[in-house]
């Protein structure tokens, strides 16, 4: 075999595995890219349920403190039973 072949060859196996590494890195990057996606998808998710549970805490929290000052109204009215 002439040298020009066996840097033929080699060369052509470079390409070889240059395609596999490429590949690899691109299944890599969608499988990373998934993972992110399926993360940020699952934090909305979970930031959604909170400012749901903030909104209803404040809403509890008005009605309590509506009550706390209707009985306080009531006590300088009524002089506090």
Avoid: P
């Avoid at 060369?11 to 890195?25: H, Q, Y």
């Amino acid at each position: 075999m002439m040298v020009v072949d066996e840097i033929a060859m080699m060369a052509e196996d470079i390409d070889v595995r240059m395609g596999d590494l490429e590949d690899t890195i691109r299944a890599e990057m969608s499988h990373r890219l998934a993972q992110r996606d399926t993360i940020e998808r699952v934090l909305r998710e979970r930031v959604n349920h909170l400012e749901g549970d903030v909104n209803c805490l404040t809403a509890i929290l008005a009605a309590v403190h509506q009550g706390v000052d209707q009985e306080a109204a009531s006590r300088r009215v009524g002089g506090g039973d």
